[in-house]
Antibody, heavy 120, light 111 residues
Framework: QVQLQESGPGLVKPSQTLSLTCTVS??????????WSWIRQHPGKGLEWIGY???????YYNPSLKSRVTISMDTFENQFSLKLTSVTAADTAVYYC????????????WGQGTLVTVSS | DVVVTQSPLSLPVTLGQPASISCRSS???????????LNWFQQRPGHSPRRLIY???NRDSGVPDRFSGSGSDTDFTLTISRVEAEDVGIYYC????????FGQGTRLEIK
């Protein structure tokens, strides 16, 4: 069974870069067909998809965040990561990593989520 | 951008009664491969979301059969045939035909 675990700082200063890592267990991250995504949820609000990295390494980002987002993967550590630059208070949210095999099965697996607060 | 609109946003339901949530898209969700990428998720209080339904009407493994999905093109529905206490939470539809967007969420509560 695939399991995901987010890690990273819970507090980031405005204008800095938010960096999170998702560690995947239960299978290789570069296993064929998998999409690995980041999703966030502002406090008390709905879900916002940030972007994904395909098992092959190709990426696709939410157009509204594209200029500030980079998702990468480390096959040796079996992890994928999120970098969000120039953060503001509006980026305060619970950040989830999620994975799924095939497009119709997006978000099969979820991490437990990690709260990131942007504040000085 | 494709906008996905759910209604109602709040849904009080009596235990044992049915419940329905509507999800409407600003564009057709039929993809060029013939599939309609409309999924439903449940988020219980304090938990990560969990997918219930994929491609409109396919129930995920372990999901009770009281949950069903239906619809086509731009108009979709999640139905719970008999609401149980464990169904309390927020329900989201998600389209994956034109990039990925979620609906605003529908909060289901017990009356």
């Amino acid at each position: 069974q695939v399991q995901l675990q987010e890690s990273g700082p819970g507090l980031v200063k405005p204008s800095q870069t938010l960096s999170l890592t998702c560690t995947v267990s239960g299978g290789p991250i570069n296993s064929g067909g998998y999409y690995w995504s980041w999703i966030r949820q502002h406090p008390g609000k709905g879900l916002e998809w940030i972007g994904y990295i395909y098992y092959s390494g190709s990426t696709y980002y939410n157009p509204s965040l594209k200029s500030r987002v980079t998702i990468s993967m480390d096959t040796f550590e079996n992890q994928f990561s999120l970098k969000l630059t120039s953060v503001t208070a509006a980026d305060t949210a619970v950040y989830y990593c999620a994975g799924g095999l095939k497009w119709e099965l997006l978000f099969d697996y979820w991490g437990q989520g990690t709260l990131v607060t942007v504040s000085s | 951008d494709v906008v996905v609109t759910q209604s109602p946003l709040s849904l009080p339901v009596t235990l044992g009664q049915p419940a329905s949530i509507s999800c409407r898209s600003s564009q057709s969700l039929v993809y060029s491969d013939g599939n309609t990428y409309l999924n439903w998720f449940q988020q219980r209080p304090g938990h990560s979301p969990r997918r219930l339904i994929y491609t409109v009407s396919n129930r995920d493994s372990g999901v009770p059969d009281r949950f069903s999905g239906s619809g086509s093109d731009t108009d979709f529905t999640l139905t719970i045939s008999r609401v149980e206490a464990e169904d309390v939470g927020i329900y989201y539809c998600m389209q994956g035909t034109h990039s990925i967007t979620f609906g605003q969420g529908t909060r289901l509560e017990i009356k």
